[in-house]
């Protein structure tokens, strides 16, 4: 346990320990709505670091009860996707959960690469989640997105980040809340304000 990073521990599981992303979140706002009717769109999250996007994919795939595979852009192609095609059809077959497919850094595939996503996108065989932290408009070829509705996230503000800290000092199971640990006021907001909106800082 002690190996995993204190960021990865303490990764929310549900959006009952998500802070942060309000204009999305709050009761009336979108993501509650669609996830309210048990189905979530494809979607590109673009936002800076250590707001969310990966957290919130994990959680809209946990609460649809969906099949969640994580795809790094930067580490894999279209070798990779075919794979994930291949299994995704393969639960479609025999019934079994639908396939979101997460892919971070989004805007690192070039034209052709993104291109083989919208066949599956389009037939409704996946649900694409993407997240990156460049502008959509200019990084994201036009079929694509516009398939997925965008969703921009913002930096954690401060009252985000003191939640994230208090978790972090008192959670005894994931946390440091075993140590009994406290943080003086002005260790505290210096804490905050260079994390610089980043809840993993």
Known sequence: MTQIPLAERLRPKDLDEFVGQGHLLNQDKILNTLLDRGTIPSLILWGPPGCGKTTLARIFAR??????????????G??????????????????????ILFVDEIHRFNKAQQDAFLPHVESG???????????????????????????????????????ILNRALTDTEMGLGRL?????????????????????T
């Open 78 to 99: 279209v070798k990779e996707l075919r794979v994930v095609i291949n299994d995704a059809k393969e639960n479609t077959k025999y019934n079994g959960p639908h396939t």
């Open 180 to 200: 009994e640990l406290s943080v003086e006021p002005e260790a505290r907001e210096c804490l905050i304000q260079r994390s610089d909106g980043d809840g993993r």
């Open 125 to 163: 065989l996946i649900t694409l989640i993407g997240a990156t932290t460049e502008n959509p408009s200019f990084e994201i070829i036009p079929p694509l997105l516009s398939r997925c509705r965008v969703l921009v996230l913002n930096p954690l503000d401060k009252e985000a980040l003191d939640a």
């Open 63 to 76: 609460r649809v009860e969906a099949n969640f595979v994580s795809f790094s852009a930067v580490l894999s």
